[in-house]
């Protein structure tokens, strides 16, 4: 897809995920989102290759998970708990803005800002319980003592499982309503994405890694 050609509003829309790469270039994909990736990268002295290649990268489907634990953990980390981290905070700027700007519509996802803030806040520590003692654990070849951590950890992803069916009846499984704004789809698309690599993740976790120690 040539992007060059699109709008940044278009590609925050079309690429879940795009907010994030725009956010870390301060490219306004909202206010300004009408002006064509190229212009804004000849505008501002960006480097519109690697910024494609940013983009790119966003949807390629990604490499199939490793078979070896300690790989598939690094997997983890690097393509879940990393890209979480990355994405959550624009998300839940552009719930908080939409909810503010839009909050006359009765189609106004109201409690969506703070549905993301705790569902991140809880993920959080959920991310770092597993960062700091149950991977290293696993790493280290430890069995069946590891039962009840992996247990704990289970329940959090059904709680988690919990506050996405929220998320997605909030949004009406993030389709935004007729005549909503760039801000508005770009939210929902970013959901989206959010949902869609949080149950990736924790398919990884539940049905593949922890498997391996029960
Ligand atoms: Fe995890
Ligand atoms: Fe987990």
Redesign the pocket.
């Known amino acids: 897809m040539a992007l060059q050609h699109l709008s940044v509003g278009e590609i925050a829309v079309i690429l879940p995920g795009a907010t994030a790469v725009f956010r870390r270039h301060k490219i306004d994909f909202c206010c300004q989102g009408d002006v064509l990736l190229s212009s804004e990268a000849e505008r501002r002295g960006l480097d519109l290759s690697a910024i494609e290649a940013e983009l790119h990268g966003l949807e390629s489907p990604g490499e199939p998970a490793p078979a070896e634990t300690a790989e598939l953990i690094a997997h ?1 980390i690097e393509r ?2 990393k890209v979480h981290r990355r994405e959550f905070p624009a998300v839940i700027e552009m719930a908080r803005r939409v909810e503010s700007v839009h909050q006359a519509r009765s189609d106004c996802p109201r409690g969506l800002g703070d549905l993301l803030s705790r569902m991140f806040e809880d993920l959080e520590d959920h ?1 770092h319980k ?1 960062e700091a003692v149950l991977f290293p654990a696993m790493i280290n070849g430890m069995g069946p003592v590891l039962r009840h951590p992996i247990a704990r950890m289970m329940q959090d992803h059904v709680e988690l499982g919990e506050l996405l069916a929220f998320m997605a009846d909030l949004t009406d499984d993030f389709v935004p309503p007729e005549g909503a704004c760039g801000t508005w789809r770009a939210l929902y698309a970013g959901c989206s994405k959010l949902d869609a690599d949080l149950r990736e ?1 924790v398919h990884l ?1 539940n049905n593949i890694l922890f498997r391996r120690f029960l």
């Open positions: 983890i879940y708990h991310q597993e993740h976790e």
